[in-house]
Nanobody, 121 residues
Framework: QVQLVESGGGSVQAGGSLRLSCVASRDTYSGNFVGWFRQAPGKEREGVASISPDGDLIYYADSVKGRFTISQDKRKNTVYLQMNSLKPEDTAMYYC??????????????WGQGTQVTVSS
């Protein structure tokens, strides 16, 4: 059964940090890119970061480079998104997705329910 469960969202002040976690079922995680995406009210969903199965390919959106870090723990079927120096414009619902390519939203087949991140100024 395909399953992706996100956690770790919350409300922080600008400059703060959060770490998001995405736990994937083994079939979903194995051999697939896993990515983090976000969608703010009134805006299209956009790619934030993604990581290849072996971790040798990592992609970041320009807007988060140097502030966000994606990583994975294969033993736990978990992908993390460490978010530092958060800005109000990072406020969005953050989704974990699997079985896609890079940061191309339309290529991902499996999606979690999302976790809300709110950054206040």
């Amino acid at each position: 059964q395909v399953q992706l469960v996100e956690s770790g969202g919350g409300s922080v002040q600008a400059g703060g940090s959060l770490r998001l976690s995405c736990v994937a079922s083994r079939d979903t995680y194995s051999g697939n890119f896993v990515g983090w995406f976000r969608q703010a009210p009134g805006k299209e969903r956009e790619g934030v970061a993604s990581i290849s199965p072996d971790g040798d390919l990592i992609y970041y959106a320009d807007s988060v480079k140097g502030r966000f870090t994606i990583s994975q723990d294969k033993r736990k079927n978990t992908v993390y998104l460490q978010m530092n120096s958060l800005k109000p414009e990072d406020t969005a619902m953050y989704y974990c997705a699997a079985a896609g390519v890079g940061l191309w939203v339309g290529s991902y087949n499996y999606w979690g329910q999302g976790t809300q991140v709110t950054v206040s100024s």
